[in-house]
Structures are given as C-alpha cells and as structure tokens.
C-alpha cells in the first residue's frame, strides 16, 4: 500500500525557514519522481519542484528559485523541501505527489500518488 504522509507546515514569520517532510512507504523513493505542490487560498495547484531517479532536481517556479532545496533521503525513504527567507506569498498547503516516471512533471494529472497536505502559513 502506497502513502505519502507530509509534515512540517506550521505558522511562520517572513523570513524565516521551514523544511517539509514527505515520508513514503510502498515504493522506493530512489526509483520515482517525487514533487512537491502548493495550493495558495483561492488559487490552482502548482508545482513548486521535483526530484527524480533520471534528472535530479529540477526546480519549476521562478518565484521559489533560490530560495529552495529539494532533497532524497534513501535511509529514511522521505523526501524534503527547504524554504528559505519565507514570504507571505509562500501560504499554501504544500502537498507531495508521486510517480513512477524517470524524470519530473510539472504537471499534476502525471502524478499517481498524493499526500494529505500540509499547511504552511507566513505571516506576522
């Protein structure tokens, strides 16, 4: 059976930094395209970056560039995203997705599995 169970959301300062947490069971990270995605209030989903067995990491928004770290843990079969310097703009809830691809989509319906979500909200 299949889960992605995020962690780390939580009430932030601009600013400030945060690392999410995707912990996986049912596959080997090692071997698929992992993502992340947020829903800002009101807006669509968006991808924010994936990690992949083919191409590494590759980063989609420009608005998260450089201030974002996407990482593999193969011990603990998790992947992570680092924020840095959080700005308000960087509300959302923040989901996980999954896909036995070789390399990374920036686009949702690639994706197979999905965790519940977490909520990150900047604010002062």
Known sequence: ???LVESGGGLVQP???????CTISGFVVDY?????FRQAPG???????CI???????????SVKGRITISRDSVNNSVYLQINNLK???TAVYYCAA???????????QYTYW???TQVTVSS
């Open 115 to 117: 965790g519940q979500g």
């Open 88 to 90: 308000p703009e960087d």
């Open 99 to 109: 896909s036995a691809m070789q390399y990374c989509s920036e686009y949702d319906v």
């Open 43 to 49: 807006k669509g989903r968006q991808a924010v970056g």
């Open 1 to 3: 059976q299949v889960q």
């Open 32 to 36: 698929y395209a992992v993502a992340w």
């Open 52 to 62: 992949s067995r083919d191409r590494g990491v590759e980063y989609f928004r420009t």
């Open 15 to 21: 600013g400030q930094s945060l690392t999410l947490s």
